[in-house]
């Protein structure tokens, strides 16, 4: 998890809230994506950046919104929460090249 | 479009021994990466060890070896003297050229190492 932070560590929301889950890397890394997690499954990309100004649909990108603020910051909104987007959310910077991903810690988020 | 498989969805090791995780991937791109990652009951999720397409040697890192197999597509995870530390999912990954550096997971293997 080295110099990757999300905030908050967990949240609840009502059907129909919105929020906004925050990211920061100290890595001076270009790449920056967000993913999620549903019980029992691997992580599945939701939308990327590849660099500052930019960023990318990925596999499950409906009902979220991104927002590259600027190289370090990569923030994920959900405008009307549903509980199918109950699950843990992970943000993530590149590593070099081919190489690692580094992970935040995550976000549990419950929708009810 | 990549994808990877997991067909072992929870297995047990005994303690000191050897285990082997399966992953098989399936891309068009000649120019890929491989990676595994552990989640432990914690959450994160740690980074163990890569292997890229072009690379001729099966990659190493400590306990965890890296049996990869280009022909049958297969990238498993070998760790050898299994500790109780160890249990915790496992999920391989890959990258591709055509993909950017975008991961897709496989569905993971829960390890549990058995004293």
């Known amino acids: 998890n080295a110099g990757v932070t999300q905030t908050p560590k967990f949240q609840v929301l009502k059907t129909g809230q919105s929020m906004t889950l925050q990211c920061a890397q100290d890595?001076?890394?270009?790449?920056m994506y967000w993913y999620r997690q549903d019980p029992g499954m691997g992580l599945r990309l939701i939308y990327y950046s590849a660099s500052e100004g930019t960023t990318d649909k990925g596999e499950v990108p409906n009902g979220y919104n991104v927002s590259r603020l600027n190289k370090r910051e990569f923030s994920l909104r959900l405008e009307s929460a549903a509980p199918s987007q109950t699950s843990v959310y992970f943000c993530?910077?590149?590593?070099?090249?081919?190489?690692?991903?580094?992970f935040g810690p995550g976000t549990r988020l419950t929708v009810t | 479009a990549q994808k990877i498989t997991q067909t072992q969805p929870g297995m047990f090791v005994q303690e000191k021994e050897a285990v082997t995780l399966d992953c098989t991937y399936d891309t068009s791109d000649p120019s890929y990466g491989l990676f595994w990652y552990k989640q432990p009951s914690s959450g994160e999720m740690i980074f163990l060890i890569y292997q890229g397409s072009y690379d001729q040697q099966n990659a190493t890192e400590g306990r965890y070896s890296l049996n990869f197999q280009k022909a049958r597509k297969s990238a498993n995870l070998v760790i050898s003297a299994s500790q109780l530390g160890d249990s915790a999912m496992y999920f391989c990954?890959?990258?591709?050229?055509?993909?950017?550096?975008?991961?897709?997971f496989g569905g993971g293997t829960r390890l549990m190492v058995k004293p």
């Open positions: 993530a910077a590149e590593g070099r090249g081919f190489y690692e991903q580094y």
């Open positions: 890595m001076n890394h270009n790449s």
């Open positions: 990954a890959m990258t591709a050229n055509n993909a950017g550096n975008m991961l897709t």
